[in-house]
């Protein structure tokens, strides 16, 4: 079966080529370069030009904080785009497989979103992927959404690599303890994604790694694994770091309809962290192997 990824260079695209590529799927991949989704016409070409079964868009504007000062260039590519892509999709009666995230959530529920809950986003990347959605459930026939949260992993910047060179540079080490979420391997959600395309599954999904935790918690955990022991985490109230987006400070997502439908469970997100960082090379950049135009 053809896939095509756009967005096959980022942190979550990278380890879907590889995955499915190794699981016998033909992949190709087209990024920044090949293809820009905010151009209805890129998106029609670079569609025809591979012919896929299902396309699978990991391209978005993923700088949160970047997005509050560039509002417009974020609703291109995460709400337009989405927009473009599902049509193009459409046109050709193509699956579509794309991506979501908690920070559509304001946070407040208190307990683990589901996938009915309805999205009330706190910052400009939240309402601009939760204006995504709407285009992708509006124009698109046959699509699976997937919701998914605080992605770390081999390719890109991410928040374990961030920690691990901080952790070189500095003894002690400020970090925010008033949010919590799921951090999420993106080698597990890969391999869940490549489930539900196997099931030939639609609709909404919550898919991250199993419990909770804070960033500040998220990173000791990560310092003690790598034996950075003498480096001193602080805890920090978000209101103190000022960042120009503001996040929900609970969104945590139920996997209860993942594991429902396909019977399988994501990992606890120690366990993944253990196994990424036991991994040498997993913080290494690497360049996912698919057909390049
Ligand atoms: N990262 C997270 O923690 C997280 C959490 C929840 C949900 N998600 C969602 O998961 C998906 C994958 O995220 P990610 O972290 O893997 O993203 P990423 O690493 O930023 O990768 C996104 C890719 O899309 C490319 N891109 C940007 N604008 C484009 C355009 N106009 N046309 C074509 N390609 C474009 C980027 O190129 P450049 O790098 O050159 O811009 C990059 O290669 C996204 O939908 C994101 O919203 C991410």
């Known amino acids: 079966m053809k896939i095509l990824i756009i967005g096959h260079k980022g942190m979550l695209g990278s380890d879907l080529a590889l995955r499915l590529a190794a699981s016998g799927y033909d992949v190709s991949g087209r990024d920044v370069g090949d293809v820009d989704i905010t151009s209805p016409s890129s998106c ?77 986003p706190l910052n400009v990347y939240g309402a601009s992927k939760l204006a995504g959605e709407r285009y992708l459930i509006d124009l698109a026939p046959d699509f699976l959404l997937i919701r998914t949260a605080w992605l770390y992993g081999p390719h890109g910047r991410n928040f374990v690599r961030t920690i691990l060179e901080a952790a070189r540079r500095e003894r002690t080490l400020d970090v925010v303890d008033d949010q919590i979420g799921s951090p999420t391997y993106t080698v597990d959600l890969a391999a869940a994604v490549e489930r539900l395309i196997s099931e030939d599954r639609r609709g909404i999904f919550h898919i991250t790694n199993r419990g909770q935790v804070s960033w500040f918690a998220f990173a000791k955990t990560i310092l003690a694994h790598d034996g950075l022991t003498g480096v001193v985490v602080r805890p920090l109230a978000s209101t103190r770091l000022a960042r120009p987006a503001r996040r929900p400070a609970y969104s945590v997502m139920s996997n209860r309809k993942f594991f429902r439908t396909t019977g399988r469970t994501m990992r606890f997100w120690q366990l993944a962290l253990q196994d990424c960082l036991s991994s040498r090379s997993v913080l290494e950049q690497r360049s996912p192997s698919v057909e390049k135009p």
Not at 46 to 57: Q, W
Not at 69 to 80: S, Y
Request: aromatic share 8%; with cysteine.
């Open 44 to 120: 029609r070409a670079a569609i025809a030009e591979c012919d896929p079964e299902i396309v699978i868009n990991a391209a978005a504007y993923t700088d949160v904080d970047a997005c509050e000062a560039n509002p417009d260039l974020c609703f291109a590519v995460n709400a337009q785009g989405v927009r473009h892509v599902a049509k193009a999709c459409r046109e050709r009666r193509v699956k579509l497989v794309h991506f979501s995230t908690d920070y559509i959530f304001d946070g407040t529920k208190g307990q683990p979103y589901v996938e009915e809950d309805p999205g009330h």
